[in-house]
């Protein structure tokens, strides 16, 4: 059974950088049948897709945070990361990580469903 | 404000029925499959429907998904208390090249 894991600061200050790594276990990041990505959850808001890693290193983020998002995977360790630079309050959040399932579509890959989801790291920017 | 619209809030009383709809369009819901999520309090999120209307293992067949054009919905039958969640649709954008998530829905189980 896959599980994953966010790890990483709690608390950074404005205009650094959010640093978050996945660990995932149960599971081989090297699997050609998914991505993976992460999702952030502001306090009482939505759902909010950041982007997404294969293992060969393909990215695809989110337009509205795209000039700030990397995202990398390691296959090594079997950790996916997250970092997010020139953060503002507005980044405050729970940051998620999930595996996504890959699927051929009209024509290319595109994700398919997250599943399973880590239990999710709070992250809180403020001086 | 989502791509994805759902309503902000459901509620029903034990035992009943409750429909939650997601209304996209002709580029997200229209072209591509939905899957649904449930999140209870102070929990992340889980998938409770995958490809319209298919259901992971374990999950009950008192949830049901369903899709018709643009829009998409999840009935939940014989409504129990540990339903109170909130419930997230979410498609991919063949337009803009993302994932969207709708802003989700309160279940209230009165």
């Known amino acids: 059974q896959v599980q994953l894991q966010e790890s990483g600061p709690g608390l950074v200050k404005p205009s650094e950088t959010l640093s978050l790594t996945c660990t995932v276990s149960g599971g081989s990041v090297n699997s050609g049948d998914y991505y993976w990505s992460w999702i952030r959850q502001p306090p009482g808001k939505a759902l909010e897709w950041i982007g997404y890693v294969y293992y060969t290193g393909t990215m695809n983020y989110n337009p509205s945070l795209k000039s700030r998002v990397t995202i990398s995977v390691d296959t090594s360790k079997n950790q996916f990361s997250l970092s997010l630079t020139s953060v503002t309050a507005a980044d405050t959040a729970i940051y998620y990580c999930?595996?996504?399932?890959?699927?051929?579509?009209?024509?290319?890959?595109?994700?398919?469903?997250?599943?399973?989801w880590g239990q999710g790291a709070l992250v809180t920017v403020s001086s | 404000q989502s791509v994805l619209t759902q309503p902000p809030s459901v509620s029903a009383a034990p035992g009943q029925k409750v429909t939650i709809s997601c209304s996209g369009s002709?580029?997200?819901?229209?072209?591509?499959?939905v899957s649904w999520y449930h999140q209870l309090p102070g929990t992340a999120p889980k998938l409770l429907i995958y490809?319209?209307?298919k259901r992971p293992s374990g999950i009950p067949d008192r949830f049901s998904g369903s899709k018709s054009g643009t829009s998409a919905t999840l009935g939940i039958t014989g409504l129990q208390t540990g339903d109170e969640a909130d419930y997230y649709c979410?498609?991919?954008?063949?337009?803009?090249?993302?994932?969207?998530f709708g802003g989700g829905t309160k279940l209230t189980v009165l």
């Open positions: 490809d319209n209307n």
């Open positions: 979410g498609t991919w954008d063949s337009s803009l090249n993302v994932w969207v």
């Open positions: 999930a595996r996504v399932k890959r699927n051929f579509w009209t024509g290319y890959y595109i994700p398919w469903w997250f599943d399973p």
């Open positions: 002709s580029s997200t819901i229209g072209s591509n499959y």
